[in-house]
Every structure is written in structure tokens, then in C-alpha cells.
């Protein structure tokens, strides 16, 4: 029996909840067009509030693909990108945190690309300083395409703060065109982007602008609650899971009125507030059973939903911070039914900052993990009886022992420090912290650019950062 954090009752309550506060309570739609959209299609509209009778919700999310969770018991990690999407950076060498820039978002592009966790990118280094490009959202994307082959998965949206004259729409629009031109293709997604209401029950129009664009332009699309207790949402749990379903809802059913078919994926990022310091806690059990909970709820109505691990509330590389990333990382396993959770290494401070030391520490915990979940496939030697009996007289299994079985079934980290307490041991001398700096110069070095045609070079050099400029 697979195990499960709700039960069915609980979770229909849960939809049933949902769909009594979008007929009876509504939620706003910062933009005319989504309104006068909605109304076409038999929603009552009171100025910007929208108000979806249940009937209209059945309708339009049936026009939805369908997806069906089954098990194929391979448990994995996979690594998103670095840092989800921090303007800050933690310098590891003074322990402060200070504006990222460009050489930050280059760096990261590098370790991202010369490491085999990860399956996607995103420019997790948001806004950087130094960006001077007059749309410097597009820039961002260009930014990506120099540096990396994954594929684009952005948690970055368009903004009238990091777009040319504010010009939300034609940014939006030009960097996804980018894209297509640059990966040769134009009638399968290139792309996916997360998009996030704003809480309590409303999308701004910045979120509408970009969600609009993706859907015409055939985009993979997620919807990605960032709801947080007492502050924009319920002060309970479950009152937070209901709000985040009822909210997604509404936007899955934009999108089908936008265009009917369109396949919708969710992931949660909501998440309990620490009251003393009004941030939001993410290293914590709560957060993994809001995430959990809306998982399987989404899952019980057969729609799209994904796990995110590795988040940490740490600002140092610290047992805290290792603590939140491993809690964060493998409780969902022993929780619900999950076989792949997708991370971003070097998380800090609740999507504050970035450390890159700790990329390379939650690189090791994934890699470290995935030997866990995916077992290492052992089996008994047959020479293992030959082998006991000599060691009787050798007394040791150096001389007679075979290194490839050795070297295959056990792995001993090059990060941690493995070294022991021995006098005169410094803790700062040659440690975890020693091992990732290498382990960071080691892969900056071996990196290579990916390749570009000349017409591909000069379309990109428009729109790079000065300092990028092939």
C-alpha cells in the first residue's frame, strides 16, 4: 500500500471547500481582458473579482489533459537549477551576503552545465548588478542561451521593473521568440515557467501578461502558489491548501478559456510564516505537509503536480542548513506517494540567497540520497569464500581483495570531511568548505560554451549584457 498524508474524504473535502470560495467568494483578475474573457464564458464579475459557478469550473477543467500517477519504483532526485532564484548571494570566504551579478549568474550557468542532476536551468541569480541591457529581462534569457543547452524552466518572469519601457507583453513575447530561434524549434514547447498568484485569491497583471504569452505561444506552463501563513493566507494548514487549490483553479481555468487543451501543471511553494520575523519558514515540517498535502490533492483530481526539495532557511553552511535541505529533500518519500522531487542546490535564506559552496553540499546530499533511493544494485561474491579463507592466513584483504567491486558498491565523499579528529586538526583547515572551492574551480575550469552558429551569436549579442557579448 502506498502511503498517503490525507485520505480520500479529507481531500474531496478539501476540492469541495475550494469550489465554494471561487462561486461564493471569487477571485481577482488584475486585468480587463481576463475579466471580459471569464464574463463571455457565464461568470458573474463585480469590478475585478470573478466569481466561477461550479459548472463552468467542471467544464472548463475537463478540457484539461489528464494526468494519472503510476508508480514505476525508481526514486530519484533531479536538480532543477541552482539557487530557484535569489537576488542575494552569500560570499562563503566572509560569511556576508551582497547584491548577485553577472559573474555570479555565469558562474552558476557553469557549475549547472558541467553536472548531470540537473535537467533544467533557470536564471537563478535574479536581476543581476552589472545587467545595463535597456530590457533586462530579455537580457537574462539571452544570458541563459549563451551559457546553457538545458532546457529553460523559469521561475523568472517579466516585470514593468526588468522590461524594456515596462513593456511586460513584448518582452514576455520576444524572449520565448528568442528561444524558439535559438533551439530551431517553433512548433513544440521550448520552455516551461512557473507562475505565481499573488495571495490572498488574485492574479496581478503582471502574472496574467506572462501566463497570456505563454499560452499563445504553446509553452509549458505551471501554476506555483506562494501562499504564506497569517500573512497573505489562512493562519491554518489546511486553510492554506484550500486557498492554493481554490487559486490554481482559477488560473487553470483562464487557460482553458484561453485556449481549451492546454496542459497545466502545479507545484506549491506555500509555506508557515515565523511571526517573530515575518518571513517565511521553509526548512520545516510544515511547509513539507502544505506541499504534500496540495500534491495529493491535485493528484486525486488527476492534474499535474510536482515536489521541490533542497529549501533551506539557513544564511550560513551550517548544520542548519544541511538539516533543512535533507529534511526538505527525502521526508516527502516516507510521507506520500513520490518517486521524484526536483531541487535547487545552493537554496538559502528562503529564496533570498544563494550560497555556492552550498550547491556543491546539496549536489552531494542529492547524489548521496539517490544511492539511498535507488539502491546499488548488490550482489554476493563468488570468489567471496576463496577470499575468506585466505584471509585467515594473510590477515588482511588489501593484498587479495578486488578493487573494482570495491570502487562499484562504495563510495566515500570528496566533499565531506572524512579525515577524523587527530591533534592539531584545525575545523578550517582543508574541510568541507576546502573541498567545494576546489570542487567549484575544478568545474569552472573544465567548462565549455556551448556551441553557436555565427547567425545564432549576433542574434544574441542584441540583447547580452555588455560584459557577455560573444
Not at 398 to 415: A, F, H, N, P, W
Amino acid at each position: 500500500m502506498m502511503p498517503s498524508l490525507l485520505n480520500k474524504e479529507t481531500i474531496e473535502s478539501i476540492y469541495e471547500c475550494a469550489v465554494d470560495i471561487l462561486s461564493t467568494l471569487g477571485v481577482e483578475f488584475d486585468m480587463a481582458s481576463a475579466r471580459e474573457l471569464f464574463k463571455k464564458n457565464g461568470a458573474k464579475i463585480e469590478g475585478k473579482k470573478v466569481y466561477l459557478p461550479p459548472s463552468l469550473l467542471a467544464e472548463t477543467l475537463s478540457l484539461m489533459p489528464k494526468y494519472k500517477y503510476e508508480p514505476t519504483n525508481i526514486k530519484r532526485l533531479v536538480a532543477a537549477s541552482p539557487f530557484s532564484n535569489s537576488p542575494m548571494i552569500l560570499d562563503d570566504v566572509t560569511g556576508e551576503s551582497r547584491r548577485g551579478n553577472i559573474g555570479d549568474a555565469v558562474k552558476m550557468y557553469q557549475l549547472a552545465e558541467t553536472s548531470k542532476l540537473y535537467e533544467s536551468v533557470n536564471p537563478g541569480v535574479v536581476d543581476p548588478e552589472g545587467n545595463g541591457s535597456d530590457d533586462q529581462y530579455i537580457a537574462q534569457i539571452a544570458m541563459l542561451l549563451k551559457y546553457s543547452d538545458k532546457w529553460p524552466s523559469l521561475g523568472l518572469r517579466a516585470t514593468k521593473s526588468n522590461t524594456k519601457n515596462g513593456d511586460v507583453y513584448t518582452s514576455a513575447k520576444k524572449a520565448i521568440q528568442l528561444i524558439k530561434e535559438i533551439k530551431g524549434e517553433d512548433k513544440n514547447p521550448v520552455m516551461g515557467q512557473g507562475i505565481c498568484p499573488m495571495a490572498p485569491l488574485s492574479y496581478d497583471e503582471e502574472s496574467l501578461i506572462n501566463l497570456t504569452v505563454l499560452v499563445e505561444e504553446n509553452q509549458d506552463i505551471a501554476i506555483s502558489p506562494c501562499t504564506l501563513s497569517f500573512m497573505t493566507g489562512p493562519e491554518s494548514l489546511m486553510g492554506i491548501v484550500i486557498h492554493d487549490i481554490a487559486i490554481s483553479l482559477a488560473g487553470a481555468v483562464y487557460v482553458q478559456l484561453l485556449k481549451p487543451g492546454t496542459n497545466v501543471s502545479f507545484n506549491n511553494f506555500s509555506t508557515m510564516t515565523d511571526m517573530k520575523t515575518m518571513q517565511p519558514v521553509y526548512g520545516s515540517p510544515e511547509y513539507v505537509h502544505v506541499q504534500i498535502m496540495f500534491y495529493e490533492v491535485c493528484l486525486y483530481f488527476e492534474m499535474d503536480c510536482i515536489l521541490c526539495g533542497c529549501f533551506s532557511d539557513g544564511t550560513r553552511n551550517d548544520y542548519q542548513s544541511g538539516f533543512e535541505s535533507c529534511l526538505t529533500t527525502l521526508a516527502p518519500y516516507s510521507i506520500t506517494a513520490v518517486e521524484e522531487i526536483w531541487c535547487y542546490p545552493g537554496h538559502m535564506a528562503a529564496f533570498a540567497g544563494g550560497s555556492f559552496n552550498k550547491i556543491i553540499f546539496d549536489e552531494e546530499l542529492m547524489i548521496t540520497c539517490n544511492r539511498l533511493l535507488q539502491g546499488m544494485g548488490l550482489s554476493i561474491d563468488p570468489l567471496l569464500k576463496d577470499k575468506l579463507g585466505r584471509s585467515l592466513e594473510t590477515k588482511s584483504f588489501l593484498t587479495i581483495g578486488d578493487v573494482s567491486i570495491y570502487r562499484k558498491e562504495q563510495r566515500v565523499t570528496k566533499i565531506f570531511d572524512k579525515r577524523g579528529i587527530v591533534p592539531g586538526n584545525s575545523p578550517t583547515d582543508k574541510g568541507m568548505n576546502f573541498n567545494a572551492n576546489k570542487e567549484i574551480e575544478r568545474r569552472c575550469a573544465e567548462y565549455i560554451l556551448p556551441e553557436r552558429s555565427k547567425t545564432q551569436k549576433e542574434l544574441l549579442s542584441k540583447y547580452l549584457p555588455t560584459q557577455c557579448k560573444y
